[in-house]
């Protein structure tokens, strides 16, 4: 079942651009840890990117300095921004709400969006 909503996924080239976003309509979710996650085919879902109600940011190794992972508090939502992607990046992107104020990872009780697809061609 979804509970956040993500769009902005899409098909780009290798070194494109994509800018995601998610919506997070439950109030006391919204000011916990956001972030994403993603799950490319025959993966499992990995950690991406992550920023807390303070805008306390953190990445996985491999997006750090391509990513940048941003939030608007008075909207509830989440953005993700994608550059210099590769065909590594090809993944379902899933939105993440923490199930508490500060995260450093998922947990049963967050709250996920049912994933945009993010496919990055040669």
């Known amino acids: 079942q979804a509970q956040l909503e993500e769009i902005g996924g899409g098909l780009v080239q290798t070194g494109g651009s994509l800018i995601l976003s998610c919506a997070v309509s439950d109030r006391t979710f919204s000011r916990h840890t956001l972030g994403w996650f993603r799950q490319a085919p025959g993966k499992e879902r990995e950690f991406v990117a992550a920023?807390?109600?303070?805008?306390?940011?953190y990445y996985e190794d491999s997006v750090k300095g391509r990513f940048t992972i941003s939030r608007d508090n008075a909207k509830a939502k989440v953005y993700l921004q994608m550059t210099s992607l590769s065909p590594e990046d090809t993944a379902v992107y899933y939105c993440n709400a923490a199930s508490s104020e500060w995260s450093d990872s998922a947990a049963a009780g967050d709250l996920w969006g049912q994933g945009t697809q993010v496919t990055v061609s040669s």
């Open positions: 920023c807390s109600w303070g805008n306390f940011s």
